[in-house]
């Protein structure tokens, strides 16, 4: 019998590489509103905890909160028509997500990004493959808040350790440990090993096929 019935993954970092995507967006909100553009590197560090935290570390120090809100706004409006420029799945993911529902296993996606970037970017690359994906919405908390996952939980009847939280970040660490779930941290994504390791994370996957490999 297997250990898990469902496997949930974030998304920017740990299914799709959208780091573009969002620095781009990010510097023409910046450059719309008069202020200096970031680089890839600083946007990489920028992201995890939802666009609006996004955008509240990329402008300057001491902007006011109106001047973020306006830069919030553009960034929103613009990503709309823009969150699939350059991002795409990461290498492996489809086969893997293909892998594990032929095996039986149920997936979802719960992220802090829009949720209708997220409804968006399922649909366009991973048709069938999610039983149930969860974006950023109003009301509900942002990770590593666990109220997302626990929808996901409610939703299909699910316990604890039933499931398993795969991401790529610090925020994904604590959001499997404040839902009180198992949890497998990415290499490839948007935070490096020993940055996670340093926070206490101990399973990882090297490549996405590793994912079948340590759930089986």
Excluded at 1 to 14: H, R
Excluded at 148 to 164: G, M, R
Excluded at 208 to 216: A, S
Aim: charge should be negative; aromatic fraction near 12%.
């Amino acid at each position: 019998m297997k250990k898990y019935k469902m496997l949930i993954f974030d998304m920017d970092g740990t299914i799709l590489y959208t780091l573009e995507d969002l620095k781009n967006t990010t510097n023409y909100a910046l450059s719309e509103h008069g202020f200096p553009e970031r680089t890839l590197e600083e946007v990489r560090q920028f992201v995890g905890n939802g666009i609006h935290k996004l955008i509240e570390r990329a402008v300057p120090a001491g902007t006011s909160d109106a001047d973020i809100e306006a830069v919030f706004t553009t960034f929103e409006i613009y990503y709309k028509d823009h969150c699939m420029d350059t991002t795409r799945p990461y290498d492996g993911i489809n086969d893997l997500l293909t892998k594990l529902r032929a095996q039986g296993y149920m997936t979802a996606v719960v992220s802090n990004k829009v949720d209708f970037a997220v409804q968006d970017l399922v649909k366009d690359f991973f048709v069938g493959q999610f039983d149930v994906a969860i974006g950023e919405r109003e009301g509900v908390r942002k990770k590593p808040a666990p109220d997302s996952v626990y929808e996901v939980l409610k939703e299909f009847d699910l316990k604890k350790d039933e499931v398993i939280y795969i991401g790529d970040s610090d925020v994904d660490y604590a959001t499997a440990k404040n839902a009180g779930v198992d949890c497998i941290l990415v290499e490839w994504g948007f935070r490096d090993r020993a940055f996670l390791e340093s926070l206490g994370a101990t399973v990882f996957a090297k490549k996405p096929e590793d994912i079948l490999d340590i759930v089986e």
